[in-house]
C-alpha cells in the first residue's frame, strides 16, 4: 500500500530534521524539507483542507517552520492555517480520539498563537486536548493516579492486561511528552493553560 508523504509517518521525520537544521544547517537539508513541501503543493494529506485528522496536520509544523526561517511567501502556511482556522471556528472538540494526536496536531495550535498573537488557538487547543484527557471514552485517556495516558477508549479502564494490569502505551506517552515540549518551546510567560501543560510535563 503506498501512502503520501505528507501524513505524520513522514511529517515527524521532518520535524527532527527542522530541529537538526536549526543546529547544524546545511543547505542539502534545506532543499530535502522545501522539495517535499513544493511536491504536495505546502498541502495536507490528499488536498484535503477540511480533515479534522490530526495525522495530517503534523506536516504544518514544518510548513510553518519553513516559513519562519523565511524560505517562502506565506503560500506555504496558507493551506494548514485554512485548516486549523476551520476548527478554531468550530464548536466540535472531540477530534482527538488517540494519543498521538496531541503530538501531531498541538504544535502546529501552538504556532500559529504565536505568529499571529491569537489566543483563539491556545484556547481551541486547549478544548481539544481537555477532551481527550478527561472526556474521550467518558473518562478521558489520562490516568491521573499513574500519571500516564491510554492509547485510546479500548485500552481505558476496565480494560487490562491477562497479568491484571492497566495497559498503558510507551510510544504514545512519548508522545505526549513530545507535544508538551514542542507547545512549551512557543509559550510565553502568560499564554493561556501553560500552568496546565507545565504541571502534565512534570508529572
Known amino acids: 500500500r503506498t501512502r503520501p508523504s505528507n501524513i505524520w509517518t513522514r511529517a515527524v521525520f521532518y520535524e527532527g530534521l527542522m530541529e537538526l537544521y536549526k543546529l547544524d544547517p546545511k543547505e542539502s537539508d534545506m532543499k530535502y524539507m522545501m522539495d517535499w513541501g513544493t511536491f504536495h503543493q505546502w498541502g495536507l494529506r490528499d488536498g484535503k483542507i477540511n480533515t479534522r485528522n490530526a495525522d495530517n496536520q503534523a506536516c504544518g509544523q514544518v510548513y510553518i517552520d519553513l516559513f519562519l526561517l523565511g524560505k517562502g511567501d506565506s503560500s506555504l502556511i496558507r493551506p494548514i492555517k485554512q485548516n486549523i482556522d476551520n476548527m478554531v471556528n468550530s464548536t466540535k472538540s472531540d477530534d482527538w480520539s488517540w494519543v498521538d494526536c496531541l503530538q501531531m496536531s498541538m504544535?502546529?495550535?501552538?504556532?500559529?498563537?504565536?505568529?499571529?498573537?491569537?489566543?483563539?488557538?491556545?484556547?481551541?487547543?486547549?478544548?481539544?486536548?481537555?477532551?481527550?484527557?478527561?472526556?474521550?471514552?467518558?473518562?478521558?485517556?489520562?490516568?491521573?493516579?499513574?500519571?500516564?495516558?491510554?492509547?485510546?477508549?479500548?485500552?481505558?479502564?476496565?480494560?487490562?492486561e491477562p497479568n491484571g494490569e492497566k495497559c498503558f502505551w510507551s510510544r504514545g506517552n512519548a508522545w505526549v511528552y513530545a507535544a508538551l515540549v514542542r507547545t512549551l518551546e512557543q509559550m510565553d510567560q502568560n499564554s493561556p493553560h501553560r500552568e496546565e501543560y507545565i504541571t502534565m510535563f512534570k508529572n
Open 107 to 160: 504544535p502546529v495550535y501552538a504556532r500559529l498563537a504565536k505568529m499571529y498573537k491569537d489566543n483563539r488557538y491556545w484556547e481551541k487547543m486547549y478544548d481539544l486536548y481537555a477532551f481527550t484527557k478527561d472526556k474521550h471514552g467518558v473518562t478521558g485517556l489520562y490516568d491521573a493516579q499513574e500519571a500516564l495516558w491510554f492509547r485510546d477508549k479500548d485500552f481505558v479502564l476496565p480494560y487490562r
